[in-house]
């Protein structure tokens, strides 16, 4: 009789492949939602200065948490289509939009 080397259990081998993952995707959502935490800390700050009534400011969080929702769908169908077809430019204009958002929020603020 004679002892053969057994590879590691399967269930082992899956732990060890998504703990990985799952931390990946656990970083990668809390980075995604944490630019809409701020919004309702300031509230106040919008209420005094902007004379805001809370109907208004619960308009102003629909509007912004309805558009989150909209473009991280956008985004995701477009990677989606870009992983399953060969179209090159979905990758450059991908790499470009952040580019166009950095560019936005350092511009001069308007005077009024």
């Known amino acids: 009789m004679t002892l053969q080397?057994?590879?590691p259990a399967p269930i082992?081998?899956?732990a060890r492949v998504a703990?990985?993952?799952l931390t990946a995707l656990s970083v990668s959502h809390c980075l995604d939602d944490l630019p809409q935490s701020p919004l309702p800390a300031i509230y106040s700050n919008h209420e005094q200065n902007l004379s805001l009534?809370?109907?208004e400011i619960g308009l102003v969080t629909?509007?912004?948490?309805?558009t989150a929702s909209l473009l991280r769908s956008a985004i995701c169908m477009g990677g989606s289509f870009a992983v399953h077809t060969s179209l090159d430019f979905v990758y450059r204009v991908c790499s470009?939009?952040?580019a166009i958002?950095?560019?936005m929020a350092l511009m001069p603020k308007s005077e009024k």
Do not use: C, M
């Open 5 to 7: 080397a057994t590879s």
């Open 19 to 21: 703990l990985p993952i």
């Open 62 to 66: 629909l509007v912004f948490l309805v």
């Open 101 to 103: 958002g950095v560019l």
């Open 53 to 55: 009534s809370f109907a």
């Open 12 to 14: 082992q081998t899956a």
């Open 96 to 98: 470009i939009l952040p």
